[in-house]
């Protein structure tokens, strides 16, 4: 099956290649590289593609078994994934169940690691350039990026997602803080969810401990990342 995952390559992020198969599926292939500071802070981090790309299989599958329609058709085993082809959303879709990150920059008020008393959901438009604005739901309409409707399912996706994920991760004694969440519509105009869902997209603790991209963000090296994501994927029964 993998050897018949070849298409173009269409675009190259700073974590991923995306290549075109054909009108309706993309290969997602996870890179063996780690970024931080908005690609200032780059190192080779031999294993990661495969971790990142399991993590993300493996969430899929779970939430699919939950009935929210992701992209995922098919993991190699590897570092990459089949997907489907959609219409991208330009923005990124936060939920958070602690303070932490871009949320104390903007509402220092709060202390670190506060618990809300229900999960913030934020939208933020996709901009290197911008560095990833805070928008509203009103910009995103306004500015033809989504319907209000596509909104509002959104946002219960979001939340599903939330519960779902952070039930799981409760039962192996991690807590998940906050995760990051991309989606896309198909040719039917359904809503559906896209990208990854992995240590770089979410954060998540062990007794306070980082398994996450943010300890590369705090200084930790590539290899020490690569053994979190090991630790994770342990913790979570992901090959
Ligand atoms: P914050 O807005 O606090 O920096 O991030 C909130 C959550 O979303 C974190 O789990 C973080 O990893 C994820 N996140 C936010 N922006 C991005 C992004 O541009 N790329 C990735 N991979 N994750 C992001």
């Known amino acids: 099956m993998a050897s018949n995952w070849v298409g173009e390559l269409i675009y190259e992020g ?27 802070r780059k190192e080779y981090a031999p294993g990661k593609g495969r971790l990142a790309a399991a993590q993300t299989a493996f969430f899929m599958r779970l939430l699919d078994k939950y009935g929210i329609r992701n992209h995922l058709v098919d993991w190699d085993g590897d570092r990459k994934i089949l997907v489907r082809s959609l219409k991208m959303i330009p ?5 958070r169940n602690y303070a932490y990150g871009s949320f104390l920059r903007r509402m220092p008020l709060v202390r670190p690691m506060t618990k809300f008393s229900r999960p913030l959901v934020e939208f933020h438009l996709k901009s290197d350039e911008l ?26 996706t979001a939340l599903s997602v939330n519960s779902i994920l952070s039930e799981l991760m409760i039962s192996r004694g991690l807590v998940l803080v906050d995760f990051k969440l991309e989606f896309g519509v198909d040719k039917s105009n359904n809503v ?48």
Do not use: C, W
């Open 91 to 95: 923005i990124e879709v936060i939920v």
């Open 192 to 239: 559906v969810l896209a990208d990854e869902l992995s240590g770089d997209t979410m954060r998540v603790l062990i007794n306070g401990r980082h398994l996450d991209k943010e300890l590369f963000r705090k200084g930790a090296s590539a290899m020490d990342l690569v053994k979190a994501y090991e630790e994770l994927n342990k913790l979570l029964g992901i090959p």
């Open 14 to 40: 700073k974590a991923k290649r995306v290549y075109r198969v054909n009108n309706e599926f993309l290969v997602m292939e996870f890179k063996d590289e780690v970024t931080a500071f908005d690609g200032v």
């Open 131 to 156: 560095h990833d604005p805070l928008i509203t739901m009103d910009d995103i309409v306004e500015a033809g990026l989504a319907s209000r409707e596509q909104i509002n399912e959104i946002v219960n």
